[in-house]
Nanobody
Framework: QVQLVESGGGLVQPGGSLRLSCAAS????????MSWYRQAPGKEREVVAA????????NYADSVKGRFTISRDNAKDTVYLQMNSLKPEDTAVYYC?????????WGKGTLVTVSS
């Protein structure tokens, strides 16, 4: 059974940091590119960051460049999103995505709230 389980969300003040984790199971994690998406209230889901299967290439949305870092540990079947200098506009549900060829898996999301 394929599972992507996000964790690490919560309430943080502006300027603070959070580290999201996404634990994968039920598929060959090391074959899949991994991405983090987010969906803010009333907005469409958008891609935040992506990393290739071996971790050699990463890409970021302009809105998070220089503040967020995506990484992965293929030995632990886990992908991470380190979020620094958080802003109120980063408030959203963050989703983990695994993609390979025509196959696409999603987690259920973790809520990040940036507020004072």
């Amino acid at each position: 059974q394929v599972q992507l389980v996000e964790s690490g969300g919560g309430l943080v003040q502006p300027g603070g940091s959070l580290r999201l984790s996404c634990a994968a199971s039920g598929f060959t994690f090391s074959r899949y590119a991994m991405s983090w998406y987010r969906q803010a209230p009333g907005k469409e889901r958008e891609v935040v960051a992506a990393i290739t299967s071996a971790g050699g290439y990463t890409n970021y949305a302009d809105s998070v460049k220089g503040r967020f870092t995506i990484s992965r540990d293929n030995a632990k079947d886990t992908v991470y999103l380190q979020m620094n200098s958080l802003k109120p506009e980063d408030t959203a549900v963050y989703y983990c995505n695994a993609g390979f060829m025509a196959v696409d898996y999603w987690g259920k999301g973790t809520l990040v709230t940036v507020s004072s």
